[in-house]
C-alpha cells in the first residue's frame, strides 16, 4: 500500500504559532488588519512546514478560481505569443493563473473555448476575434451572463465592451505615407477580410492617405486576399499581370506582405527600386529575411499588458459594462527596412 502523503494545514501553522487559524489564513492573504510582524511570523512557519495552498478549496470558498481564460487565433504566429507574454506578466502580479485556448480562426472553435472557459469558471475572458467569425452572438452570451470580458487586437464596437487595440486607421495611413515619401506613384493595397473590423480600418487609412495626398483611387490597386503568404502571393500575381501594375504594396499584415516580396522576387523585380513593400504586425521573421520587411509595430506585448490591467482595473472597481466602455486604443510604430527605403 502506498504511503499516504499528509499536506501541511493552515491548522498546523496555528497550533505552531499559537494563533488561530482565520489570523493565519489572513496573513498568509497579505491582509491589512494583519501586523507585518505576524505576516513575518505567519510566512516563516509556512515555509518551514512547506504549507503550500490548497487553491481548490480557496476557490470554492470564495466562488473565484483566480484564472483568465485567453482565446487567441493561432498560437503559430508571434503577434499573439507575445500579447499572452503580457497578459502572463500582469496576471502574474495579481496571483491569476492563464488559460490559452486556441481558436485556428474558426468560429465554431472559439465557441467551444468559451464554452470551455465557463465550465472551468474563470473569472473573465480575454479575446482576440477569429477571422471566420461573423456572429458575435456567443460574445453577446458572456456579457448578459456578466462574466468579465476584454477584447484585445480584433475587437467589434458593436458588442460595447473594453477592449485594447492599436490605431489601426493611423498605421495603415502613415505606412502609406511613407511608400508615398520613398516617391512611390502607383502604390497598391493586399486587404483581407472586411467583416473584420481591423482590416477594414487599414483600407480605410490606406485610401485617406492617398485622398489626402492628392492620389486618385485606383480600384484596380486594392486587392482582397485570406491574410495568408499564398493570398499574399496569389493577389501580387494578379497586381503584376496589371497593364500599369504598381510601383509600391502596403499589405494588411506581414504574411500577406511575405507572399508578396516572394512573387515579387519569382517575377525578378527589384525590391524596393521597382516595387516597395510595407506590411503590419512586426512578426519576428520580418526583420531576418531578404530583403528585411518594413512594417508597423503593434506593441504587442504592452498591448498584452494593456488589456491584462483593463480587465484588473474594471474587476476591482467591479465596474464591467459600464458606460461609457472602455477602449484603450495604443499608438502604431512604424520600422522602416529595406524592403521599403528608397531614399
Same mark, same amino acid.
Given at each position: 500500500m502506498p504511503a499516504t502523503i499528509e499536506r501541511t494545514t493552515i491548522q498546523d501553522i496555528a497550533r505552531e504559532l499559537d494563533l488561530n487559524a482565520s489570523t493565519v489564513s489572513r496573513a498568509l492573504n497579505n491582509h491589512q488588519s494583519i501586523s507585518a510582524a505576524t505576516k513575518e511570523r505567519v510566512s516563516f512557519v509556512a515555509k518551514r512546514l512547506k504549507y503550500h495552498p490548497n487553491k481548490i478549496a480557496s476557490s470554492?470558498?470564495?466562488? #473565484?478560481? %483566480?484564472? =483568465? *481564460?485567453?482565446?487567441?487565433? $493561432?498560437?503559430?504566429?508571434?503577434?499573439?505569443?507575445?500579447?499572452? !507574454?503580457?497578459?502572463? /506578466?500582469?496576471?502574474? +502580479?495579481?496571483?491569476?493563473?492563464?488559460?490559452?485556448? %486556441?481558436?485556428?480562426?474558426?468560429?465554431?472553435?472559439? /465557441? #467551444? *473555448?468559451?464554452?470551455?472557459?465557463?465550465? $472551468?469558471?474563470?473569472?473573465?475572458?480575454?479575446? $482576440?476575434?477569429? /477571422? +471566420?467569425?461573423? $456572429?458575435? @452572438? !456567443?460574445?453577446? @452570451? =458572456?456579457k448578459k451572463m456578466k462574466v468579465p470580458l476584454v477584447l484585445f487586437d480584433r475587437a467589434n464596437d458593436d458588442l460595447t465592451v473594453p477592449s485594447v487595440v492599436i490605431d489601426d486607421y493611423m498605421g495603415a495611413y502613415n505606412a502609406t505615407l511613407h511608400l508615398i515619401e520613398q516617391g512611390c506613384k502607383r502604390i497598391a493595397h493586399i486587404s483581407g477580410q472586411q467583416h473584420v473590423a481591423i482590416f477594414k480600418k487599414r483600407l480605410e487609412g490606406y485610401t485617406d492617405a492617398l485622398i489626402f495626398n492628392g492620389f486618385d483611387i485606383d480600384e484596380d490597386l486594392v486587392k482582397y486576399g485570406t491574410v495568408t503568404i499564398e493570398s499574399g502571393r496569389s493577389c501580387m500575381n494578379d497586381l503584376l499581370a496589371l497593364a500599369n501594375p504598381p510601383d509600391g504594396v502596403f499589405a494588411v499584415e506581414d504574411f500577406t506582405a511575405l507572399g508578396a516580396l516572394q512573387a515579387l522576387k519569382n517575377a525578378h523585380i527589384k525590391i524596393p527600386e521597382e516595387v516597395a513593400v510595407i506590411g503590419f504586425a512586426n512578426e519576428a521573421f520580418g526583420e531576418f529575411i531578404t530583403p528585411s520587411l518594413s512594417t508597423v509595430d503593434q506593441q504587442t506585448k504592452r498591448m498584452g499588458e494593456e488589456a491584462a490591467r483593463c480587465f484588473f482595473d474594471l474587476l476591482e472597481k467591479n465596474k464591467f459594462y459600464n458606460e461609457p466602455v472602455e477602449k484603450r486604443i495604443l499608438e502604431p510604430q512604424l520600422i522602416f527596412r529595406e524592403s521599403s527605403l528608397r531614399n
Amino acid at each position: 500500500m502506498p504511503a499516504t502523503i499528509e499536506r501541511t494545514t493552515i491548522q498546523d501553522i496555528a497550533r505552531e504559532l499559537d494563533l488561530n487559524a482565520s489570523t493565519v489564513s489572513r496573513a498568509l492573504n497579505n491582509h491589512q488588519s494583519i501586523s507585518a510582524a505576524t505576516k513575518e511570523r505567519v510566512s516563516f512557519v509556512a515555509k518551514r512546514l512547506k504549507y503550500h495552498p490548497n487553491k481548490i478549496a480557496s476557490s470554492l470558498r470564495l466562488g #473565484k478560481s %483566480q484564472i =483568465i *481564460g485567453v482565446i487567441i487565433p $493561432s498560437a503559430e504566429i508571434n503577434f499573439f505569443g507575445s500579447v499572452v !507574454h503580457g497578459i502572463e /506578466k500582469v496576471a502574474a +502580479e495579481k496571483n491569476f493563473n492563464v488559460l490559452i485556448y %486556441q481558436s485556428n480562426e474558426l468560429m465554431m472553435a472559439e /465557441k #467551444k *473555448g468559451i464554452i470551455t472557459f465557463l465550465r $472551468s469558471r474563470v473569472d473573465g475572458i480575454l479575446a $482576440s476575434i477569429a /477571422k +471566420e467569425t461573423t $456572429s458575435l @452572438e !456567443h460574445f453577446r @452570451e =458572456i456579457k448578459k451572463m456578466k462574466v468579465p470580458l476584454v477584447l484585445f487586437d480584433r475587437a467589434n464596437d458593436d458588442l460595447t465592451v473594453p477592449s485594447v487595440v492599436i490605431d489601426d486607421y493611423m498605421g495603415a495611413y502613415n505606412a502609406t505615407l511613407h511608400l508615398i515619401e520613398q516617391g512611390c506613384k502607383r502604390i497598391a493595397h493586399i486587404s483581407g477580410q472586411q467583416h473584420v473590423a481591423i482590416f477594414k480600418k487599414r483600407l480605410e487609412g490606406y485610401t485617406d492617405a492617398l485622398i489626402f495626398n492628392g492620389f486618385d483611387i485606383d480600384e484596380d490597386l486594392v486587392k482582397y486576399g485570406t491574410v495568408t503568404i499564398e493570398s499574399g502571393r496569389s493577389c501580387m500575381n494578379d497586381l503584376l499581370a496589371l497593364a500599369n501594375p504598381p510601383d509600391g504594396v502596403f499589405a494588411v499584415e506581414d504574411f500577406t506582405a511575405l507572399g508578396a516580396l516572394q512573387a515579387l522576387k519569382n517575377a525578378h523585380i527589384k525590391i524596393p527600386e521597382e516595387v516597395a513593400v510595407i506590411g503590419f504586425a512586426n512578426e519576428a521573421f520580418g526583420e531576418f529575411i531578404t530583403p528585411s520587411l518594413s512594417t508597423v509595430d503593434q506593441q504587442t506585448k504592452r498591448m498584452g499588458e494593456e488589456a491584462a490591467r483593463c480587465f484588473f482595473d474594471l474587476l476591482e472597481k467591479n465596474k464591467f459594462y459600464n458606460e461609457p466602455v472602455e477602449k484603450r486604443i495604443l499608438e502604431p510604430q512604424l520600422i522602416f527596412r529595406e524592403s521599403s527605403l528608397r531614399n
